[in-house]
T-cell receptor
């Protein structure tokens, strides 16, 4: 099935560092979402973006909806150990019956 | 309010058997979507239901079927199980088909 191009695949950082990950698509989306998934659990919604160029924050997380509507990025500032997990981007076309299209995920490891 | 609930948590079946997975959406949400997540990948869309009607279907064989009940809960059925059906099956609920989707904890299906 279709998946978005998400990078990097994995990151190993020190506690306190900032993190940046991005997602690109060959098609235009009307909505971009970012989720975090811990082992054995379902994805948890972090940020939802609805307009091209939109910049939205949720605590230490900031995400942007690319102007071309084909990309999005997520930044995490001052990382902490509980940020460990897999981060997924997802795009949606906002038509009835359209699915979320997910990236393959970015695995984040934080050492204290 | 309770989040999305799924049952069972884990399930072990043998090839050729049939399985039924259940999902209860967040109160007030009328749309349920099903996703399959294999290890190392992002979730893949299977079905979306809204107001008891199928609104979207992903690229999965006819062995996969689903339905939504008047109380908006949903079941996913998989017939003639194959080893490749082993995965985490996620249910997501949303107010309508175009709003943010919130995921349940998933059902881990193992086919032997």
């Amino acid at each position: 099935g279709q998946q978005l191009n998400q990078s990097p695949q994995s990151m190993f950082i020190q506690e306190g560092e900032d993190v940046s990950m991005n997602c690109t698509s060959s098609s235009i989306f009307n909505t971009w979402l970012w989720y975090k998934q811990d082992p054995g659990e379902g994805p948890v919604l972090l940020i939802a973006l609805y307009k091209a160029g939109e910049l939205t924050s949720n605590g230490r997380l900031t995400a942007q909806f690319g102007i071309t509507r084909k990309d999005s990025f997520l930044n995490i500032s001052a990382s902490i150990p509980s940020d460990v997990g897999i981060y997924f981007c997802a795009g949606q076309h906002n038509q009835a019956g359209t699915a979320l299209i997910f990236g393959k995920g970015t695995t984040l490891s934080v050492s204290s | 309010d309770a989040g999305v609930t799924q049952s069972p948590t884990h399930l072990i079946k043998t090839r050729g058997q049939q399985v039924t997975l259940r999902c209860s959406p967040i109160s007030g949400h009328k749309s349920v979507s099903w996703y399959q997540q294999v290890l190392g990948q992002g979730p893949q869309f299977i079905f979306q239901y809204y107001e008891k009607e199928e609104r979207g279907r992903g690229n999965f064989p006819d062995r996969f079927s689903a339905r939504q009940f008047p109380n908006y809960s949903s079941e996913l059925n998989v017939n003639a199980l194959l080893l490749g059906d082993s995965a985490l099956y996620l249910c997501a609920s949303s107010r309508t088909t175009v709003n943010e989707q919130f995921f349940g904890p998933g059902t881990r299906l193992t086919v032997l």
